[in-house]
């Protein structure tokens, strides 16, 4: 299959929303930054080239002065808090969780809210007081404390779920990246196919924005050349365009 065949559902979609005098709704979420690197480089130049807002979620135990310094100057970075130390805490037998019920509620929340002072004094002009837990995973029992620990938003994957929190959901809804395979770029087509059938699911007007999942440390070239051509696409496109979190906060109530 040919790259304009790959990517002719996704303009022949967002075509449909033209007409119709819509405008399809895309962010952008980047996790597990700590460092500047050469794909964190890559990573906003893109952003820049095509004017993209990024939340990039930062490790705080393992971040310091040297990314601060990085992103001083980037005004499409905003920085969310992607848990404390993104260490597993979970027995071996199941799925990777930093913020679950397996160690004492009140240190996992003394640690988050650490997590949130930390980065608010390294980052102070473009930090945003949002929640990404590690791997997406967090005890549910933890959601009701998330404001008392200094966070406005919880960023997960999939659809938001109807649950007790004290914070609104803003979630990703499409990773790149093929975790339970060949570990890089899912294949192009099979992307494609997932954001048309997000857009689909909002046609009618419901739904949240599609938030695009990315992780730069570990982008193949594939992933990388997906991210260019969808924004390329999205950019030349009046149907589509990118928001920032904290355009994605002004609206959001908590669920439950």
């Not at 990777?96 to 003394?110: N, S």
């Amino acid at each position: 299959m040919t790259e304009d065949a790959i990517w002719q559902p996704l303009q022949a979609e967002l075509a449909r929303w033209i007409h119709a005098s819509r405008s399809a709704k895309f962010w952008l979420r980047d996790d597990d930054a700590v460092e500047p690197t050469a794909a964190l480089d890559r990573l906003v130049g893109l952003a820049n080239d095509f004017d993209v807002p990024v939340t990039l979620a930062v490790i705080p135990a393992h971040t310091g002065e040297a990314l601060a310094q990085r992103l001083a100057a980037e005004h499409r970075m905003s920085v969310a808090v992607h848990g404390w130390s993104h260490e597993n805490h979970a027995a071996k037998d199941r799925k990777k969780q930093e913020l679950g019920a397996d160690r004492p509620r009140e240190l996992v929340l003394r640690q988050l809210h650490e997590g949130c002072t930390r980065l608010a004094g390294l980052h102070p002009g473009r930090f945003t007081p949002v929640l990404v837990p590690p791997w997406n995973r967090i005890d549910t029992a933890l959601l009701p404390y998330l404001g008392a620990c200094g966070f406005k938003a919880l960023s997960v994957f999939g659809p938001a779920k109807p649950v007790e929190t004290s914070v609104p959901q803003i979630n990703t809804h499409v990773d790149l990246m093929d975790w339970h395979g060949t570990r890089g770029c899912r294949e192009h087509a099979e992307l494609v196919g997932a954001i048309v059938e997000q857009l689909r699911q909002r046609f009618d007007g419901s739904g949240e924005p599609i938030g695009i999942l990315t992780h730069h440390l570990v982008h193949d070239e594939p992933a990388w050349t997906f991210l260019t051509k969808l924004f390329q696409l999205v950019a030349r496109t009046p149907g589509g365009r990118w928001l920032s979190i904290a355009d994605l906060m002004k609206s959001r109530k908590p669920k439950g």
